[in-house]
């Protein structure tokens, strides 16, 4: 086995081959790129020279993290996870000395709080589970991990509170994660589509969190949760539709105060959804609905503008998600300089150029703001995608053409599950709380 794996890894540039000890029974074959060399030199290396090689045997094993050797296949893996190969006499170990780099743990970015924790995942799955046991205290809890990716070999744990735990909802998760078959997975993003139920969906059915405590929340509600190695989120089902407009806040603020923000969100996603189709039916199909007073205005301020509605409101928001998207990709030094430019170009001067009415600057903004009281991205995204659906129907058939199309928001949302769970059932965690 030890020439078969030296022959696998000859060429490496960080291929490692050793002799250790005075007799020459022992070798160790590793990478230096995946494994700690303080551990190697102190742990393996130096204790060869003092000890026998019955002692030296005997003492290897002892370590947790040391096991024998089975076949070439848990080899060659073992190796190329960091874990260092020692052939000791006629007997074989696999040395755990990984070398891990990730970044500590930070405030969460994606989900800030007003009040609360503050931390977030980290890239080390063992760090992200210390971070959820300390929460979550309980004898219940189970972690089961396995391995994804043929190439990446990213470990993944599948937690869930076993006296909670909804027991579908768990054989279907661990059936969909078995039958992913992938090279490299490396986001939480692209576990999320694979274990997702249609390939092809507008809304989220999973949660992916940066959240520790938002974690914990939805295991203690019988959800399973998702952590992945190298990656600061975790994947949590199945997701409700009310999940995605919920913040960790809610759950510290007073309960009116709670509802109260919730409520917020919702109409947030009313503003974000409907404001820009309704502008086009009534200044295009609908004028006589408002107020004579409120159609005048408006007709007042398009006085200028050259082209019809439908064009002036895609073309605004077309602008704002170029803004958004530039925000965020650009680096932090550059991006405020960029969104300070590009504010000022889609306010004053392109209402100055008759480009754009004075009132579709306020409806965009509008749109962008309410866009933001979304808690969670995935929904955040979605949302920034569905209102282009309904200004094309009300482009096409005015106002009717937003009730219909609203309906059939509501009949899709009605009609989705997330593993089985229905995906409107509003007040769900409760249900499984009690």
Known sequence: ME????????????????????????????LRSLTDSDTVKRFIVVPSY???VQEYENYIFSFPGCEK???????????????????????????DAMKIEFSGISSSITEAIVQGPNDALTEN??????LIRRRYQSKE?????????????????????????????????????????????????????????????????????????????????GKVAVLMN?????????????????????????????????????????????????????????????????????????????????????????????????????PKAIGPTATTVGGLILGQAATQAGLVSNIMIIIVSAVAISNFVIPLNMMAFTVRVLKYYLIFFAATFGLIGIVVSTVGIVMYLSGMRSFGKPYMEIFSAKRQSS
């Open 230 to 330: 190298t990656v600061g989120y975790a994947v949590i089902a199945p997701a409700m539709f009310n999940d995605f407009f919920t913040a960790m806040d809610d759950k510290i603020q007073l309960t009116l105060v709670g509802w109260f923000m919730k409520l917020i969100r919702y109409i947030g996603l009313f503003i974000t959804v409907t404001l820009p189709a309704f502008y086009v039916a009534f200044t295009s199909y609908n004028p006589e609905i408002l107020k004579i007073q409120i159609t005048l205005l408006i007709a007042g301020s398009r006085a200028a503008v050259p082209y019809p509605s439908f064009v002036e409101v895609v073309l605004m928001l077309l602008m704002m998600e170029f803004l958004i998207e530039a925000s965020l990709r650009l």
């Open 3 to 30: 020439a078969w794996l030296a022959e696998q890894l000859t060429g490496l540039m960080d291929f490692e081959e050793r002799s250790l000890g005075n007799s020459g029974d022992i070798k160790m074959i590793y």
């Open 125 to 130: 799955i063992e760090i992200n589970v210390n």
């Open 141 to 221: 809890l189970r972690i089961e991990p396995l391995t994804i990716g043929d190439v990446s070999q990213t470990t993944v744990v599948v937690m869930y509170d076993d006296s909670r735990v909804d027991r579908d909802v768990l054989q279907e998760m661990k059936q969909r994660l078995s039958e992913i078959s992938v090279d490299i997975l490396q986001s939480a993003g692209e576990l999320e589509k694979y274990i997702s139920e249609r390939r092809y969906q507008l809304f989220p059915t999973t949660i992916v969190t940066e959240r520790p405590d938002r974690v914990v929340f939805n295991l203690s509600a």
């Open 50 to 52: 003092e000890m026998d």
């Open 69 to 95: 050797a089975k076949d070439k296949q848990q080899v060659i893996e073992f190796v190329m996870k960091g874990y260092i190969f020692i052939r000791i006499k006629d007997s074989s170990y696999l040395f």
